[in-house]
């Protein structure tokens, strides 16, 4: 397994892998998701935004039984809104990943992609760059399967992650889910992982019988990090960095977030950041690195907000307000934050969860960043 080069002067990476010495916990998910795909199966990854889904996968590949012996390739098509994007996604990836493995590596690649080859440039070492428009790809489907007919003859076996996979339920093409079960099923020389935050759209796309991805993959569910495990991992760091962690600090700062990996994170940084060398860092600490990082971001919050609909803002700021907030479209509820009607509420909710801002969980609906949740609460 790859070691950091040097020790980070912020050892909470709040950004990326880092390395396994930076990488909490998830040793047992790490050995069963690596076990899973040297065995030979594919995985639908599954859990909220935010637990650190990336970064496992990253970790896993990094593993020395997977570095050494596979070609791996992590992309993200949340940004995504066609098959025609999805397939220069993948193609940018996979020659970005291959170039650094030598001229053979990516060769074998651009070769395969006969539809597009014209669209790949140059520098003047003769080195390619990814340089097609989503308009360059005048056929999406023959492109992706000159794509898979690559993974499938490659000189190495392949891992591909997809991450925030249930996008493609938004591209408006009825049978790309199909056309994707029909390619994975045949490419022998590839194991996919297909990643995604939205539980009920992974769900019903892994699990209902209806669809084409029904019992082809192992499920893995990713749950939060032990409290105790994240503790120890801080006290480390800190004590390594010469500073002092007091116990009650994770706790506190894990219940008011949840648990949830990246507020955790982002967080300890700030709180690390603050605490000099030698000194110690309390529980009264943690108000100030909150309020220390929802500072840098008020004008993107104060914009975003002013951006929205009036209804939509105003539902936001009740369901902020709020916390975990049910029976959205009761009189109650409505009463209770001045809302015009259940009418208006019914309307803003879909358009607050299509814009990332509105999360719902199994029984309740929650503003999805809890640091802008914060924020309104304090200036709205």
């Known amino acids: 397994m790859a070691q950091s080069a040097k020790y980070l002067d912020n050892p909470f990476v709040t950004t990326g892998y880092a390395g396994p010495e930076y990488f909490c916990d998830r040793e047992t998910e790490t050995a069963r998701l690596t076990n899973l795909l040297l065995n030979g199966n594919n995985v639908a990854l599954i859990s909220p935004r935010r637990y650190g889904k990336t970064d496992l996968l990253r970790h896993c590949f990094a593993q020395k039984e997977i570095a050494d012996s596979f070609y791996t390739f992590i992309v993200d098509i949340y940004s995504t809104k066609s098959v025609a994007e999805m397939v220069s996604k993948l193609g940018t990836v996979i020659l970005e990943t291959l170039k650094p493995k030598g001229r053979k590596a990516w060769e074998k690649f651009?070769?395969?992609?006969?539809?597009?080859?014209?669209?790949?440039?140059?520098?003047?070492?003769?080195?390619?760059?990814?340089?097609l428009s989503v308009g360059d790809i005048h056929s999406p489907s023959v492109t992706l399967d000159e794509i898979f007919k690559y993974l499938d003859q490659a000189d190495k076996p392949c891992l591909v992650a997809i991450d925030e996979f249930q996008q493609v339920t938004k591209y408006g093409d009825d049978g790309i889910e199909a056309e994707l079960r029909t390619k994975v099923q045949y490419c022998r020389n590839a194991r996919f992982v297909f990643s995604g935050s939205r539980q009920h759209l992974m769900g019903n796309m892994f699990t209902?019988?209806?669809r084409p991805f029904y019992q082809s993959v192992t499920i893995f569910g990713l749950e939060r990090i032990?409290?105790?495990?994240?503790?120890?991992?801080?006290?480390?760091?800190?004590?390594?960095?010469?500073?002092?962690?007091?116990?009650?600090?994770?706790?506190?700062?894990?219940?008011?977030?949840?648990?949830?990996?990246?507020?955790?994170?982002?967080?300890?940084n700030q709180l690390f950041q603050n605490t000099p060398a030698g000194g110690s860092c309390a529980t009264s600490d943690i108000e100030k690195a909150v309020q220390d990082i929802i500072g840098i971001s008020s004008p993107i919050y104060e914009d975003l907000l002013y951006q929205l609909p009036e209804k939509q803002s105003q539902v936001l700021i009740a369901i902020g307000k709020e916390g975990k907030a049910t029976n959205l479209t009761s009189g109650k509820f409505c009463k209770k934050y001045g809302l015009q009607s259940p009418s208006s509420v019914k309307s803003a909710v879909p358009a607050l969860i299509e814009k990332g801002l509105l999360t719902r969980e199994k029984d309740y609906y929650q503003v999805y960043d809890l640091f802008f949740n914060i924020w309104m609460k304090q200036h709205v």
Request: aromatic share 14%; net charge positive; hydrophobic share 35%.
């Open 226 to 268: 032990p409290e105790n495990k994240y503790a120890a991992f801080c006290r480390h760091h800190f004590e390594k960095g010469g500073k002092i962690l007091d116990n009650e600090v994770v706790p506190v700062l894990y219940n008011r977030f949840e648990g949830i990996t990246y507020y955790l994170q982002r967080v300890m």
């Open 110 to 131: 651009l070769s395969a992609l006969s539809s597009i080859r014209s669209g790949i440039s140059y520098d003047m070492n003769g080195i390619p760059t990814w340089s």
């Open 208 to 210: 209902s019988p209806a």
